[in-house]
């Protein structure tokens, strides 16, 4: 090893030689007993953890932080003596040399003539193995206060020792690591708007003694410790090879206060403006002024008024976050997921994603939407992971007394269903999400624009995403993030409206006095909550994967072609990171049985024969069904059973019970002879639980249909392939397929899958024949088992093509032919037509129509009417289309799950 010189003490230098490691801070027991009492409490993770230690065994570490604190140096050391890290054993003090805690520095200041320099120290520390704490900030002097210098007080004997570092790097063969930390004492952010507890107890950034007293003692049981990306000088001397030293300290310095800024950030947010300056911004916005320069003409008063009336919709709209307020809508859901919940299962490794990717940009967080929850449950996920908050986009039909001031107050911000007509509204919001954007706010809404009744997902609604889109491609330096979060439920508070609308009856508006008759709810328990991750989006990906260049201005085409890829996609791997829960599997299996009830031996059966598909397909599942292996948990079905059983869904049998007595009250049986049965008037209660996990096995269950129509297998895979396109077309608006992939390829990959499982075999001449089966279920259960699961949205299309022959009367409002499409399913359901109870739902009427529509059977009339097209307009042609879509339902009694 060669000798290093550093600079030293005035006109001086001395040589480094190896010698014995500086002690470390040793506090005397009634400091360590305080410390032990006080530092315990803060929240460290595994990834705090595992960063340090593969930094440490990289080279020497030096723990980098942001500004000289007393107190953030004693709670580093003792949580790296705490965890076996390694210890400090330098601290510059920047100017505060009498708190520095080493007993070395005291007999130092008393005896001037043998003072080492902070340079000769640290680097004696780290030749010798030891680690370092290094502050790169020191408070500002009362001169510096007064002359107001903006230099942010980066200290020049910083700057010598990040000096020291790079030339002792020089001389040594293992990289030094610098590995920023980050104390957070508390998650209030910072503001621009100074206070009086700023101007008595000093600012946030360099509080008083008081004040860090009072943050201590307020928040020692929440501070948080994060690391950010360690930072190898060796690297980073060989990236900015040929660089001076003070480039390459002004450059380090600024990288690492970067990475510092990007953890704190990614915790507390952005800073705080005050109302009034981020209303004057918005509104003085180019655009905005464009629009209402546009509307007014010439005219000075018309310009005043539609600014006027801007500023009013900008109060109306506005979310207002207040820590008070979060904290407190923190504890009271907490309650209140004890309470209804079994429990919450998180995507712990998505949450990681999601951290890393708030420290590289702004994120646009896109969650399922089946239930009001969502408001409230992914905003608690963040809090109680130490992310910083989302604003949450809601309709304006939540903002009445008093959820809507409570919602703003948690972030909140009201928007319109329908901008249509009011260009100074869609103005006006345009700027507010460009605004909050440019200032580093995460955003939440809703891609699906209302909650789903059906459990599956809806079609994406991109409005507000090509407003965002169209944001963000005007900050081209801003990277935006779009996260996919998939929020399941295995029973959803909702249900007996969700069944009511189901049914036909109307939406009730939301208000206080439903909001009280609805705590009754309170009273059930609806199983547990998850939260699931998907693959991040990034806008430059979505941008490189539609052929775009961030640097240029792309056309009007290509906008709505990188806004519709990102809505796709980002519903595409929600469906991906939906997790299969007990609930949702055993729905699926109950509903898909066929007999009148099914003895739990058989129904753990059927699970476990799902559940190995689910595994083979990728399918994500929840810790409460299945270990980290994948083997299902004995005790997954009979906690679903009893969830069910408590809703009145599942009623349970026991032997020889008689049935005039009625299923066994009280907590259910699930002994091996228990028998399961679903009254028909709640199976579409149980179809939104088996709806949230229908999806993996829509394109099995295409293909199985197709192969079961007349005349069966074996069959032509041409023949299945043209049935299975024709499906896929009518079903357009009930299910969501892959977005990366062409129906061809969808297709394959489906049918191999189904080979390789043994559930069918290729035969000669290219014919699908049937297979051997797997998991106790031969080929044919298999085929029939995929084929029950979408029998009820075959049922349902029936239904509507058979209410086609109400418009041969004439034309008929879209409304009124569902409507009355209900009473003539009933009347099928009750003649045997059709056999699923479930198959009676509104919004599959709907879709139905909506795709007869597109397939050109109907015609679009006047006054949202719709009537049968001329080629299909007499009574023959009507049974012709329900003949075509009754052929897929299975005839033969071995056919029929």
Known sequence: MQ???????????????????????????????????????????????????????RGPVTYVLRNVSFLDFVALDYITKAHGLPEVRFANDLGLWLLEPFGE??????????RESPEQRLARVIQSGGSAALFLKRPPTFLEKTIGNRKRYVSAEGDNLIRTLFELQRHIDRPIMLVPQVFVWSKRPASLQGSWVDFMFGPREWPGTMRIAAQFLLNYKHVLLRAGEPMSLLDFMKFNQGEGDDTLVRRGTYALIRKIERERRAIVGPIRKPADRVRDEIIRSPKLQSTIKHLAGDGAAERMVLTARAYATLRQMEASPDPETIRGMTAVFE?????????LEIDKEGLERVRQAA?????????????????????????????????????????????????????????????????????????????????????????????????????????????????????????????????????????????????????????????IRAMGILAERYGRLNVQFGEILSLSQAAQEVGWKRELKPTPAKRRELTTRIAY??????????????????????????RRGVVHTELVARVHRLAAVLRSLGARMTPSLATSAGVVRPTCVGEAIEMFRGAG????????????????SGKASTGDDSIYTV?????????????????????????????????????SRTVVRERVQRLSRLFKYEFMFRADASFE???????????????????????????????????????????????NFVESYRVAARSLSLLLKGPMPTKDLARRSLAIGDRMYLAGDIERREALSRPCLDNAFQSLLDQGYLEPQEDKKIALASSFNDAEAVRAIEARIANYLPRRADDRA
Not at 39 to 55: K, P, S
Not at 335 to 343: C, E
Not at 701 to 709: E, I, K, P, R, V
Request: aromatic fraction near 8%; charged fraction near 20%; charge should be neutral.
């Open 335 to 343: 309650g209140v997921l004890n309470r209804v919940y079994a429990g």
């Open 569 to 594: 996609r980002v519903m595409a791997e929600i469906n991906k990171s939906t997790a299969v829960t007990p609930g949702s599997i055993v729905a699926l299996a109950l509903l898909t049985h066929g």
């Open 359 to 515: 420290q590289l940009g702004t994120l646009v967080l896109l969650p399922s939407h089946k239930s009001h929850i969502d408001y409230l449950l992914l905003s608690y996920v963040l809090y109680e992971n130490s992310l910083q908050l989302p604003l949450i986009a809601a309709g304006d039909n939540l903002s009445f007394f008093p959820v809507g001031a409570i919602l703003r107050r948690g972030g909140g911000f009201f928007i319109r269903r329908s901008f249509k007509g009011d260009r100074l509204y869609v103005a006006v919001v345009d700027a507010y999400l460009r605004r909050l954007l440019k200032d580093g706010w995460p955003i939440e809404f809703f891609l699906e624009g209302a909650r789903s009744r059906t459990g599956k997902l809806l079609a994406p609604k991109v409005g507000l995403l090509n407003m965002l889109v169209d944001s963000a491609v005007g900050l081209p330096n801003r990277e935006v993030f779009f996260v996919p979060v998939s929020i399941g439920y295995e029973r959803l508070l909702e249900e007996g409206s969700y069944v009511r609308e189901l049914l036909g009856g109307e939406k009730k508006k939301e208000s206080t006095a439903g909001l």
């Open 105 to 114: 520095t005291w007999r130092e200041a008393l005896r001037p003539s043998t």
């Open 649 to 664: 869904i599942v009623e349970v049998h026991l032997p020889g019970e008689n049935l005039q007595s009625g299923a066994k």
């Open 3 to 57: 000798p290093l010189t550093c600079q030293g003490s005035p006109a001086k230098t001395a040589e480094m030689r190896p010698s014995p490691l500086a002690r470390t801070y040793d506090p005397n027991s009634v400091l360590r007993a305080a410390y032990r009492r006080f530092f315990e409490h803060i929240q460290i993770d595994e990834t705090w953890l595992r960063i340090v230690r593969e930094a440490a065994e």
């Open 745 to 791: 390829k969808i297709f394959d990959d489906t049918l191999q899958q189904m080979v390789d499982r043994g559930e069918l075999v290729i035969e000669a001449g290219d014919h699908l024949g049937l297979g051997e089966g797997h998991d106790g279920l031969d080929g044919r259960g298999w085929v029939v088992l995929y084929a029950s699961m979408v029998r």
């Open 679 to 715: 009254p028909e008037n709640k199976r579409l209660a149980l179809d939104l639980s088996k709806n949230i996990i229908l999806h993996y096995f829509v394109p099995a269950a295409l293909g199985s249909a197709a192969m079961l129509a007349p005349p069966g297998p074996p069959i």
